[in-house]
T-cell receptor
Framework: GAVVSQHPSRVICKSGTSVKIECRSLDFQATTMFWYRQFPKQSLMLMATSNEGSKATYEQGVEKDKFLINHASLTLSTLTVTSAHPEDSSFYIC?????????????FGPGTRLTVT | AQSVTQLDSQVPVFEEAPVELRCNYSSSVSVYLFWYVQYPNQGLQLLLKYLSGSTLVESINGFEAEFNKSQTSFHLRKPSVHISDTAEYFCAVSERKNTGFQKLVFGTGTRLLVSP
């Protein structure tokens, strides 16, 4: 099946610094990728939709200036958490949309655990 | 807007026993329904989906789910589980549309723990 990778798998950073997370579709091109956030014992919450060559679309309540998304190519989207604070600690998951009927072929990455100290 | 409820956060079961993971959804429009599985340290994988047609859908590894519109449910079942089925299972729903991406709304997940 289709493979989506994320890097890094875990990251610890100090409060006030920025962290970049990469999401790559390894064997297919994805014009659309998605970024989710997952808190313990809670469901995945869609943060934003990343479109190659255009600005990301953010969900209500997600700060676009804090969570910068860049979809630079058909296989790479990055999420940068700027000026991270402890409350940004979470599990971040990306997915990539592959062909088919829109929205029905999402392939997920393994996630990135961010800890802000 | 849609919402998904998975009442059981954890389901312990013995190997070879049957299991049912419950999923109920709420929506004012027609929906598509999905079950995803997440094994430790891996990404979510699509287990099965209901789009239209037969309300009973099956996966290649023995799981099945039945869409019940009147009860707004999409419970996942397996008649005999294996140790390797231990994982987190997520139910998800999206609005039925002809074109464009439909956002996935996830439940909180159910951890299936299979013991010998």
């Amino acid at each position: 099946g289709a493979v989506v990778s994320q890097h890094p798998s875990r990251v610890i950073c100090k409060s006030g610094t920025s962290v970049k997370i990469e999401c790559r579709s390894l064997d297919f091109q994805a014009t659309t990728m998605f970024w989710y956030r997952q808190f313990p014992k809670q469901s995945l919450m869609l943060m934003a939709t990343s479109n190659e060559g255009s600005k990301a679309t953010y969900e209500q309540g997600v700060e676009k200036d804090k969570f910068l998304i860049n979809h630079a190519s058909l296989t790479l989207s990055t999420l940068t958490v700027t000026s991270a604070h402890p409350e940004d600690s979470s599990f971040y998951i990306c997915s990539a949309l592959r062909g088919g009927l829109a929205g029905l072929e999402q392939y997920f990455g393994p996630g990135t655990r961010l800890t802000v100290t | 807007a849609q919402s998904v409820t998975q009442l059981d956060s954890q389901v312990p079961v013995f190997e070879e026993a049957p299991v049912e993971l419950r999923c109920n959804y709420s929506s004012s429009v027609s929906v598509y329904l999905f079950w995803y599985v997440q094994y430790p340290n891996q990404g979510l994988q699509l287990l099965l989906k209901y789009l239209s047609g037969s309300t009973l859908v099956e996966s290649i590894n023995g799981f099945e789910a039945e869409f019940n519109k009147s009860q707004t449910s999409f419970h996942l079942r397996k008649p005999s589980v294996h140790i390797s089925d231990t994982a987190e299972y997520f139910c998800a729903v999206s609005e039925r549309k002809n074109t464009g991406f439909q956002k996935l709304v996830f439940g909180t997940g159910t951890r299936l723990l299979v013991s010998p």
